[in-house]
């Protein structure tokens, strides 16, 4: 059945170029038929997961029994071979498993290379796919003699496009590659002596590499950068410094030491860019301490006045630069466009939206901006982006600019798949409450903050212009100033002037951002004070019920506020610009009128509603806020490290870690990102302070476990989950939650892991990084849920606002 193709190439996008490799590459294979469902929800369904999970996966044979489809017709293994492409293809394929196996003559470490996947077990562990098929994903792998398993989850294939697998042998153990660099311009007349690059470190040997030096040198001129650790048997994106500032060729020469030893070299190319010219600035991000970048189309002509600032979001598959290179220069404002953290992303919510924050004030910071003068605009996915950062931030933009966009991924969800529109039951009903910051329609009053212009071209196919169409109908029952343009006979991308609409600039031009006194009607939604909070001076701090809609509607006239809430539980009022002595009456859901005189100094006050609103002090830093509110998702962030057990037995250890490098190769490829890997017995919580934590295991195998989970509430230990009051036994349960750190205000604990290595396993799922997926603060659930059973989710839900287990933000089943 097996085809053995050997090949001899200059691989250079591997950056092992000059070096002769040789591949191996599949060509044939068993393709299972339809038996998984993932998408951007915690709920799953897995047939081949489920019976790795519980030990029962027999190695397929041509014609054996495989799985069910959704209509309950079974299926068994077929054959498939590679197209004159070399690729799987065809619909055979879709939302499937391709199986294809070598027989390796050794124990080795090779790099496995596939693209158009979503993700391949291999011999059982599983690792990172390249759904977008970029091609860079090199991930080591270790191979026992004789066959090796490799289980390759496919999702929908296009054309003959499909799914391409190969393995590969490098000649050097520890190596340097440059397909996925991500790199700055050289800007004229801009500091260029200290810029930050990013490449991928490969290491394919048994143990983690420490102390490692990336040397960079341009014109005579290097600079040194001591990396973090890199873990056995992985990659790492790792960021390095570069002097520029003599630069004449482009030519950077990289040499990765180890000591004294040079391990590998390298050369990448820098573009010089004149300063009036589009261009790109790297930054580290504090999401993960990588190295990222935004691009800039510069002001044209500065007279020295503050610029405008555009906010730009690209679409898919868009490079940052290319969004920028799309507009012309405009002699009143500047524009910056960050990346999502990659062409594709998050669809900029979870951290693509923090991403485009970060870029936004490091925009703020680096070009002054005239502060009533800041502008959102994106197209197709960027005009989701719009839509949604619009939404989430009113008050934070004069005008938003939403061009051939769709407005939620209820109704389009690209390659994660959709959220559901509407929860089945119970269960789901809990569970997509984690997603309701991402369902603009119930947070659409928000866009009365600001002027919104509507472009769409009438000929889409891409992205429907039903779509603009729904949102104008929306807009047209309440909101008086936004405009709508139809593009006759408009594509997808009729040119530049899909985004770079001059009527569109204009109408920015007419906007400005009210100073707070001149703002007297406050109509504010939100779903999660964490990401959204905010609206000039009224702010939502804590709600009733966590991530359900919250409505804050306020009037002020002279020296009285009136006003009425939905789920609030803690506000907060800016009184500075209140002239001291004065006095303030504020009715609140028609409730007796609280009087309030500004003292000197006042600058915020507080409101709390018990039995009735009354004045208080700040919420308790130690209890749910604007800092950290919770969902399991909220954790992946303030630099997260990844805590891998060696307390458990063997096994126990090794999903551990395989499942840590698992969720850090799908960082790396969907945030572009990079993390700490770190093993409990090295772990010491007072050296990572104010940092997201990821414990993978439980109380009985993780021995980090006591440093920050001893006063949790869920605890899980080999057989037994407690929540609260509530025992499940057995060795099938998985669970995913989160915990606020004690010794932290800003960050959490996040556990994966399960009661034992069936449930474990459970857990290697990781649609949480799937953007706008709903996770809760905590769910447990047995292996039938890969089965497709909705009653394998014993219990999930939302922590109080004192972090205390509340039945009535949760269900059990």
């Not at 000649?171 to 050289?186: C, E, G, N, Q």
């Not at 951002?513 to 964490?530: E, L, Q, R, W």
């Not at 458990?648 to 870690?657: C, D, V």
Request: aromatic share 12%; charged share 15%; with cysteine.
């Amino acid at each position: 059945m097996r085809k053995i193709v050997f090949i001899l190439a200059l691989v250079q996008l591997t950056g092992l170029s000059l070096l002769a490799q040789q591949a191996y590459v599949f060509k044939d294979g068993l393709i299972s038929g339809p038996c998984h469902q993932y998408g951007r929800t915690a709920l799953f369904t897995d047939q081949l997961a489920g019976l790795l999970c519980e030990g029962q996966l027999k190695t397929p044979v041509n014609g054996a029994a495989s799985f069910t489809d959704d209509k309950g017709k079974a299926g068994t293994w077929q054959p498939i071979q590679a197209n004159n492409e070399g690729a799987f293809a065809g619909r055979t394929i879709n939302n499937g498993y391709l199986y294809v196996s070598y027989n390796s003559p050794k124990e080795q470490t090779v790099i496995l290379n596939i693209a158009g996947h979503q993700m391949v077990y291999v011999n059982g562990t599983p690792h990172a796919g390249d759904m977008y098929r970029y091609g860079w994903m090199y991930i080591p792998v270790a191979l026992h003699k004789g066959i090796n398993d490799f289980y390759i989850r496919t999702g929908r294939s296009y054309g003959n496009m499909g799914i391409k697998a190969q393995l590969m042998f490098p000649k050097k153990p520890v190596y340097i590659s440059t397909a996925d660099s991500t790199l700055p311009f050289v800007v004229s007349n801009k500091n260029n002596s200290e810029l930050w690059g990013a490449v991928v470190i490969i290491n394919t040997t048994a143990q983690p590499l420490k102390n490692l030096q990336l040397q960079a040198t341009i014109a005579g001129k290097t600079l040194t950068t001591t990396l973090p650790d890199i873990a056995a048997q992985t990659t790492r994106k790792v960021g390095f410094k570069m002097d520029a500032s003599g630069m004449q060729d482009g030519n950077c020469s990289l040499s990765l030491l180890n000591a004294k030893t040079t391990l590998d070299n390298k050369t990448i190319t820098l573009k010089p860019v004149s300063d009036t010219l589009h261009y790109s600035n790297t930054f580290i991000s504090d999401i993960d301490g990588s190295v990222q970048y935004y691009s800039v189309s510069p002001q044209a002509n500065p007279d020295g006045k503050a610029p405008a600032l555009f906010l730009s979001v690209h679409g898919a598959e868009v490079q940052a630069i290319n969004q920028a290179s799309a507009y012309r220069y405009k002699d009143w404002g500047v524009l910056v466009a960050p990346t999502n953290r990659r062409p594709r992303g998050f669809n900029w919510e979870d951290w693509g939206r923090l991403d485009a924050l970060e870029v936004l004030s490091i925009a703020t910071e680096k070009f002054k901006p005239n502060p009533e003068r800041i502008y959102l605009t994106g197209h197709s996915m960027g005009g989701h982006g719009t839509w949604y950062l619009g939404a989430t931030y009113p008050g934070k933009w004069a005008a938003i600019a939403p061009c051939s966009g769709y407005p939620t991924l209820m109704g389009y969800g690209s390659a994660d798949g959709l959220i559901p529109d509407s929860p089945r039951n119970n269960t789901e009903k809990v569970l997509l409450r984690a997603s309701n910051p991402s369902n603009v329609f119930k947070l659409a009053n928000n866009y009365k903050a600001s002027g919104v212009y509507i472009l769409h071209g009438d000929s889409d196919k891409v992205v429907s212009v039903d779509y603009a169409r729904q949102m104008k109908q929306i807009l047209a029952g309440f909101h008086a100033d936004y405009s709508y343009y139809e593009y006759p006979g408009g594509e997808h991308w009729y040119g530049d002037k899909c985004v770079d609409w001059d009527p569109l600039f204009q109408f920015f031009k007419w906007h400005t951002i009210p100073a707070n006194s001149g703002v007297n009607v406050i109509d504010f939604s939100t779903a999660n004070p964490a990401i959204s909070s905010s609206y000039h001076w009224a702010h939502i701090l804590q709600q009733q019920h966590s991530l359900e809609y919250s409505r804050l509607q306020l009037f002020r006239n002279n020296n009285t506020i009136t006003g009425t809430t939905t789920n609030i539980q803690t506000l907060a009022f800016d009184v500075k610009e209140i002239p001291t002595g004065t006095t303030t009456s504020i009715i609140l859901d028609h409730q007796p009128a609280i009087s309030y005189t500004r003292k000197a100094g006042d600058t915020v006050i507080y409101f709390h509603n018990g039995t009735q609103w009354v004045q208080g002090a700040a919420p308790l830093a130690t209890e749910k806020g604007i800092a950290r509110y919770g969902t399991f998702k909220e954790v992946f962030k303030h630099r997260m490290v990844f805590v891998y057990s060696t307390g458990g037995q063997p096994a126990e250890n090794e999903w551990s870690l395989n499942k840590a490098r698992y969720d850090a190769e799908t960082w790396y490829y969907r945030g572009n990102g990079a993390v700490d890997l770190i093993a409990d017995k090295d772990f010491d919580a007072t050296q990572y302070p104010d940092r997201g934590i990821i414990i993978y295991g439980n109380a009985s195998t993780n021995k980090a476990w006591k440093q920050l989970l001893q006063n949790s509430p869920i605890q899980i230990t080999r057989g037994k989950v407690t929540v609260g009051t509530q025992e499940y036994t057995g060795n099938k349960l998985a669970a995913y939650f989160m915990w606020p750190r004690a010794d932290s205000r800003i960050a959490s604990v996040a556990v994966i892991g399960g009661t034992g290595l069936a449930g474990m396993r459970a857990a290697d799922a990781n649609q949480y990084f799937a953007g706008g997926s709903g996770f809760p603060d905590y769910m447990i659930f047995s292996t039938d849920l890969l089965k497709g059973n909705m009653s394998a989710v014993k219990t999930a839900g939302f922590y109080n606002n004192e972090w205390k287990l509340d039945n009535t933000e949760s269900i059990q089943n």
